[in-house]
């Protein structure tokens, strides 16, 4: 194959060959043939002194000399009448030289020799006039005779019989080389190529352990390596297959297995199983035997599987399968009733799967069924039960509400003696001059203190309870707010030597204030009332979106297995002779509900003997600009300024009136609409103290004057629309330090 394919080159090598071959003998014949024209050419001039004095000595040595010369085999010389006067050589030349040209040339019969015929002449001079012209002694040349020059060829047979033998040669080395290199081209490609097609036909017919032997010339090594790197992963991977396989069929055997003991237990459990095709059953389980009473061969012997319920249900089921059948329905589950062969009427759970296969209208479907009858009952009487729960429930509820009402009405009713008796034990102490009155004074705030405290916290359950509070959030600065409610309980914490401090990190959070109050307000009071040294520090971080607030204190600290109950109700840690200096338990129960309602929780880390940290997280708010007013810090001295006190309880009224007095204020009264109008149109006050029960007749009162001075509200909350217009408010009963700060907060802020 690769000769034939080299076969045009090989043949325009040989036409190469012979076509430089003839020119190269051509050349080496015209180069023959130009010397001996140019010998003979050359050698007329030398002869024509010896020609023109006849001297045979002189046409000898010229002979000679020119015999000498390569391939001159023989030279003759002639008279001007053809006479041959001298010759050397061996002289084969036979003809007549007055019969030939100048500069003639011929050969041999044989072609063996060459022949070269040359005139010699003289130049003609006349000897009277030596001053003849050139061309006029060139028209005067005479003939003095010839010459005849013998040049043999056979040298130059010698060379092209040379030249062609090496030709010869070469073109022979050429073909051979080239029959051997397609030979072993021929060899090196088709040997792989067939061991090739040898190893793909045994692993087409399945010897997959066929390997191609690489072959030595290595000119299809990348192919050799690929078939047998593809015969390799065919074997591993029908080695992985049968594994695979052998695998699967032991694991099939296994799903057998265990199908059937499925079946079994299934079975055993009470649940049957029924394969019915075109309405017939052909298959059923123990278990479905002992559902319908039959045995197996009855079963099977049924008409129509829909004989298997009760005669009213018969109709619907059948217009139910033909139904779901034209709609394509796959199976689904319901309950129904079944007939059983001894009449008796049980409920079943049926499950009910459409087999593939058939056509259209074809029921091929298995049915899983159980006995649910005595699980109906009993759901009956759960449901029975649940009513009777549920009817309990709600009375537990009613009563619940009931009291929770009963306690918001009693507080109410509670609140303003008590708010009373708050201002006259605030009076007492201010009036009182001997030591044993002031020590009865401070034992009496402090009980009053005290009932104020359990009060409070009663009145806030009860409003949780009954939801009477919703929290209304918005961007809140966290600073003044945290000041605020560290004020409340600053002297407290004074009073047992702590440090309170609050870090506040100009944040903002979005929440409600009165919440939040609430929270912290609790938080601080518990730290404080279970820390002995030290102090508390309340401050508020960034927690990516999120702020948190946190509650450190120096404390007992809280053992890890009361962490779980801190937030229940009247639970309290160190207090089992149920002091109420230490509080009832209901602040972190209200905590925990205040940070739910703001939709998070309030979480405590705590070690004994060394503190507790609790911390809330709120949403973090850009910062507003906000007309709240912020309460300041108590300060000591005498309060001036004028304040009207709008109260609904004359009692409660003047010992507002003398409270404030005592502090150096000067306080109006007014406890009707008309004396407040009259009081504000005398002379307006500088700040003006109203119970919650008057503050829509003086907000009324207060429309007609274009300068309002701040308002303080005791009591409940203001409603929405009137919240913008308080300056500050004080629950009931009354605590006279948080009235004296808020006062002189407000007097300071109010110019003269």
Known sequence: MLLIALAPMLVIALALVLYFTLLRYGDAEEALVQRGAAMARQLGPAAEYGLFSSNIGEL?????????????????????????????????????????PDGWSGRSADGRTLFFHAKVTSIGIAFDDPFQAPEAAATNRRVLGSLTLEVSRAQLLARKLEILVVTLFSVLVMVGATAMLARRLGRDLTEPVVGVEEAVRRIRVGELNARVEPHPAGTVRALEDGINEMAAALEVARSRSDAA????????????????????????????????????????????????????????????VALLLPPEERAFHLLRVANNLESGWNGGRFETALLTKGGEIRQADMVTTRLRGGGAMSARMVVIETDITERKAAQDRIAEANRELLRQKEEAERASVAKSRFLAAAGHDLRQPLHALTLF????????????????????????????????????????????????????????????????????????????????????????????????????????????????????????????????????????????????????????????????????????????????????????????????????????????????????????????????????????????????????????????????????????????????????????????????????????????????????????????????????????
């Open 425 to 752: 034990s605030a009076e007492l102490d201010e009036r009182v001059t001997t030591s044993d009155q002031h020590r009865l004074a401070r034992q009496i705030n402090t009980a009053v203190s005290s009932l104020g405290e359990v009060l409070d916290a009663l009145l806030e359950v009860s409003r949780l309870q009954l939801s009477d509070m919703q929290p209304n959030p918005r961007p809140l600065a966290l600073g003044p707010l945290l000041e605020r409610v560290a004020l409340n309980h600053r002297p407290a914490a004074e009073a047992r030597r702590l440090r309170l401090r609050i870090h506040d990190g100009k944040l903002w959070a979005y929440t409600d204030s009165q919440y939040l109050a609430r929270i912290l307000g609790n938080l601080i009071a518990n730290a404080v009332r279970y820390t002995r040294h030290g102090g508390i520090v309340v401050g508020a971080r960034r927690a990516g979106q999120f702020v948190r607030i946190e509650v450190w204190d120096s404390g007992m600290g809280i053992s890890p297995e009361h962490l779980q109950h801190l937030f229940q109700e009247f639970y309290q840690v160190g207090n089992p002779e149920r002091d109420a200096a230490k509080g009832l338990g209901l602040g972190l129960s209200i905590v925990d509900r205040l940070a739910r309602g703001l939709g998070t929780e309030v979480k405590v880390r705590s070690v004994p003997g060394r503190g507790s940290v609790f911390s809330i997280l709120l949403p973090r708010a850009q910062p507003v600009v906000s007309a709240q007013r912020e309460e300041a810090a108590e300060k000591s001295g005498v309060l001036s300024g004028r304040i009207l006190v709008v109260g609904s309880s004359s009692t409660v009224q003047s010992s507002l009136v003398s409270l404030l007095r005592g502090w150096g204020c000067r306080v109006g009264e007014a406890d009707s609409p008309s004396l407040l109008k009259s009081v504000l149109e005398s002379e307006l006050p500088d700040l003006i103290v109203c119970e919650d029960g008057q503050i829509a007749a003086l907000l009324a009162s207060l429309e007609s004057i274009a300068i309002a001075p701040p308002v303080v509200l005791l009591g409940e909350s203001p409603s929405e629309e009137l919240r913008g217009r308080i300056a500050g408010r004080l629950g009931i009963p009354l605590r006279p330090a948080r009235l004296r700060a808020l006062v002189q907060h407000l007097l300071e802020d109010t110019p003269a």
């Open 60 to 100: 000898k040595r010229l002979s000679q000399a020119i015999l000498s010369e390569p391939d001159v085999t023989g030279v003759t010389f002639y008279d001007r009448d053809g006479q041959r006067i001298a010759s050397s050589g061996t002289t084969l030349d036979s003809g007549h030289p007055m019969d030939r």
């Open 245 to 304: 396989l052998a695998s699967s069929e032991a694991e099939l055997r296994k799903q057998y297995e265990f199908a059937n003991a499925l079946l079994q237990a299934q079975s055993d459990a009470g649940v049957g199983m029924l394969i019915v095709l075109d309405g017939r059953v052909v298959y059923a389980n123990d278990a479905a035997l002992a559902i319908h009473g039959y045995s197996r061969d009855e079963l099977f012997s049924l008409a129509d």
